[in-house]
């Protein structure tokens, strides 16, 4: 089946949509992304996603081409006519594409912002459950990593190493603490205590993370937000990571040592079926 996607204003069959060679998101990853889980056919968090877009573009000094409202009625219209019950909604806005190649950025009253969506099917997306085996790798990345842009190419050769190194997923150490998984927030569990890193410009400002956590609050969770070593992550009872599109993903071992008794933890797997229930009620 052809996927409908969504260019610059129209919808197309993904065969017939394309960009300009020149546009910047290509040429210098000059563009921001948010992707937005649907179950049931409903969007997860989309007011969130819609925020944390505008605070991205913001920071780049880039103009929003699209209004929340309009987003959301795109949104809505991919994952119908897809007829995606359970998948992903990827969103993309580069800041344009200019006549030639320049570092300078383009006036912008003369390119305007490429938008584009697509939506991916992943049927049993809500119902899997991984337990994951990640390894820690040097966080090499640029110092803004909270601004959600399109600057993925380490992230992706971190899950390469990860994979290599027959594991799941790697997570990124900085001045000897942990900052994040490769394309989610980290935590680890320590006496029935949630620990994970504060806010700041070295970890993305997770949309699921702030639910999770908050969910986590109303149950009467502890929370600790501070950094940790990789050291007291292999010695904790348990770990997970949060992200749109893997909810909350229990880990069960850590360059090689198992967390407790191998087995996914309690606290993850009772946080990721409040989030999941809590969600759904609120889903668009």
Known sequence: MTRTVYVNGEYLPET?????????????????????????????????????????????????????????????????????????????????????????FPDPEKVKPTVVLFTQNKPGLAATVKPMKVISIDDIRWGRRDIKTVQLLYPSMGKMMAKAAGADDAWLIEDG????????????????????RGLSNDILHGITRAAVLRFAEEAQMEIEE????????????????????????PVVEIDGKALGNGAPGNVALRLREIYLDESLKKAV
Request: overall charge negative; charged content about 25%; proline content about 1%.
């Open 226 to 249: 501070r950094n940790f070593t990789i050291e007291e992550a292999q010695n904790a009872d348990e770990a997970f990571f949060t992200s749109a599109s893997a909810f909350v993903m």
């Open 177 to 196: 603490f942990v900052t994040e998984g490769t394309s989610n927030n980290v935590y680890i569990v320590k006496d029935g205590k949630i620990i994970t």
């Open 16 to 104: 017939e949509a394309s960009v300009s060679i020149f546009d910047r998101g290509f040429l210098f990853a000059d563009a921001v992304y948010e992707v937005t889980s649907v179950l049931n056919g409903k969007l997860i968090d989309f007011e969130g996603h819609a925020v944390r877009l505008a605070r991205s573009l913001n920071e780049l000094g880039m103009e929003n081409p699209i209004s929340k409202e309009d987003l959301l009625e795109v949104h809505r219209e991919l994952v119908r006519v897809n007829e995606i019950d359970e998948g992903l909604v990827y969103l993309q806005i580069s800041r344009g594409a200019d006549s030639d190649r320049d570092f300078v």
